[in-house]
């Protein structure tokens, strides 16, 4: 046809094995006065196309089997430049293959099927003097075979992008060039709630969409690649100080809203870089540097990125240990609980405890929840320690009903719990076990866990409160809900963040920040808990706020049961004797 050969091909910078045989044995550096007098002639014999073309893409040499391939006389292509005789030569493997060849004066090679000529051809481009020699044969059918399994191997089968080991050849090259370049591992977050959610059909669309987006978003000398199920990669060519903003475009594209079959998904991204050589000069290494860089991204918040540091692999040796050493804690019985009480401000009475997992390393003693619980959450640790801390603390509040004492017990939710669909109905066989009445536990859920899914959220809540459990919201003021939002959640308490509270008594803008939650809470009917009160004075100006109950240092730090039992007989006498509720 017009536009000559069309191919559906691949690139091969360094061909795999199988391929090494096709390449001519001719230097990279063949000189123009090779292809003169005698050699041209026999070049005419050649049973294979065969084209020569300068720096400017003129044709100066071409064989009969070229012409006969492409239907034109030799005055009609020789002296011409490929676009003047072939309209669609853009769209065809001459101009893919001889344009990279071009580009990085490299030797190509590529095998499509040729839409003109009906067959499969194995296409071979040289760097020839200034401009490129062009070669094109019938490939044979197992050519062909290995061909199509090289590139599956290479190939991911959802995306089409390429895959892990793809990358790894993609990055050998430009080490071999001695090419700068960067990496950015891209990582999406709670990808696995997409597939619990709504199956695996859906979330096979949704990666197919984030595929689409980071190529869109991709530019000229970037490659996207797939590296596992919800991580991408961009490798990107070039020394510049561009990393950072490039990583940033990257998770912009990540969260942009989603609909599919009526559902509409926006998701979130962290990124890693790395640059080389400056970081590494190994492809394993480098990969392994960008992940750790991920996981300092991840560590920082939503869509954060974050370059590679040398202090991120001490880091990651000390994660390392503690995450064996967690593993083995969780078989080995050395996890506590700790209770800090609630107090009334109206009456100075404990109102009730939350719970709090503490961990008694054998070498580096009691371990507060900061210094394990990120650890858990990245290796999916948390929704086992949730029903830890669940089993224990009805086991603890049933102890107390035994002894008279009836105080309602808060837990955290984590994320993890939350999207779990059996978490309903292990909280019901915990407290059919433990013999508590829903009534006596409290469930605490970070307000930023809480808007991760609206949806979800919404309905463990709710099937949560019409057993009778009580719900809280925790950390209140620091996430992204709304009063308009707390509408939808079947919520008893809202626990005001500390960072609000320890200098309510000195900051102005806290103390309107707190009084307008407090008077938004009531007007909903919900109960206000003040987290982080260490002094008098705060404990003074929330009472004025009125605010109904404190926890904090002020009163008490998170105690073992039998203090925590002390503490709670020793605030029912003083508030028996005293008429201030607020005497400590």
Not at 80 to 90: C, E, M, R, S
Not at 115 to 140: C, H, I, K
Not at 483 to 495: D, I, N, T
Request: with cysteine; hydrophobic share 45%.
């Amino acid at each position: 046809g017009s536009e000559g050969l069309t191919f559906l091909a691949r690139t091969l910078s360094e061909p795999p094995p199988f391929e090494k045989q096709m390449f001519l044995p001719t230097p990279a550096t063949i000189d123009d006065t090779t292809l003169q007098g005698d050699v041209l002639s026999a070049l005419d014999e050649v049973g294979e196309a065969m084209v020569l073309v300068d720096e400017a893409w003129v044709v100066r040499f071409c064989n009969p089997v070229y012409l006969r391939n492409v239907g034109l006389t030799a005055s009609q292509v020789v002296g011409k430049t490929p676009f003047d005789y072939l309209p669609g030569f853009k769209r065809s493997i001459f101009f893919e293959t001889i344009e990279e060849c071009r580009r990085t004066r490299k030797p190509m090679a590529r095998i499509g099927f040729s839409t003109a000529l009906n067959r499969w051809l194995l296409v071979r481009v040289f760097p020839v003097g200034a401009g490129m020699m062009m070669l094109a044969n019938d490939a044979s059918e197992t050519i062909v075979k290995q061909q199509q399994l090289a590139q599956k191997v290479l190939q991911d089968p959802l995306t089409a992008l390429g895959n892990k080991l793809a990358m790894e050849q993609r990055v050998t090259e430009l080490l071999a060039g001695g090419q700068p370049f960067t990496i950015t591992v891209v990582g999406i977050e709670r990808f696995r709630q997409v597939n619990d959610t709504h199956g695996f059909a859906f979330g096979d669309m949704v990666l197919l969409e984030l595929a689409s987006a980071l190529q869109s978003a991709s530019a000229s000398g970037e490659t996207v690649f797939r590296l596992s199920g919800d991580e991408f990669a961009v490798v990107r060519a070039g020394d510049d100080d561009a990393a950072a903003e490039r990583a940033q475009v990257f998770v912009a594209a990540i969260g942009r809203p989603i609909v599919r079959a009526g559902t509409r998904v926006v998701l979130h991204a962290w990124a890693g870089s790395v640059r080389a050589p400056r970081d590494g000069n190994d492809h394993e290494l480098l990969l392994r540097r960008a992940s750790l860089a991920l996981h300092d991204a991840k560590r920082q918040g939503r869509d954060a990125i974050a370059p590679y540091r040398t202090a991120l692999e001490l880091a990651a040796q000390l994660r390392d240990e503690l995450e064996a050493e967690l593993r083995l804690a969780m078989e080995g019985g050395q996890f506590t609980l700790h209770m800090q009480p609630k107090v009334a401000l109206a009456t100075g009475a404990v109102i009730g405890a939350e719970a709090l997992i503490r961990w008694a390393h054998p070498r580096r003693g009691l371990l507060a929840p900061g210094s394990f619980l990120p650890v858990a959450e990245e290796i999916g640790l948390m929704a086992a320690l949730d029903q830890w801390v669940l089993r224990n603390a009805l086991r603890q509040c049933a102890r107390m009903r035994a002894a008279g004492r009836e105080l309602p017990v808060a837990i955290n939710l984590s994320v993890d719990s939350l999207a779990d669909i059996y978490l309903v109905q292990r909280v019901r066989d915990q407290l059919a076990e433990a013999g508590v009445p829903p009534a006596l536990l409290e469930v605490e859920v970070p307000e930023g866990a809480l808007m991760r899914d609206v949806t979800v959220s919404a309905r463990v809540l709710t099937e949560l409160a019409d057993m009778g459990v009580r719900v809280s919201i925790d950390d209140f003021g620091t996430g992204y809900s709304s009063f308009a939002y707390l509408a939808q959640f079947p919520v008893h308490a809202l626990k005001i963040d500390r960072s609000f509270i320890h200098d309510v008594d000195r900051n102005p803008t806290n103390r309107k920040i707190v009084k307008a939650i407090v008077r938004m809470a009531h007007s909903l009917s919900l109960e206000v808990v003040a987290e982080g009160a260490e002094g008098q004075e705060q404990v003074e100006q929330l009472a004025r706020m009125k605010c109904d109950a404190v926890q904090g240092y002020v009163f008490a730090r998170p105690l073992p049961l039998p203090d925590f039992e002390r503490f709670v007989a020793e605030r029912a006498s003083a508030a028996a004797r005293a008429p201030d509720p607020h005497t400590i």
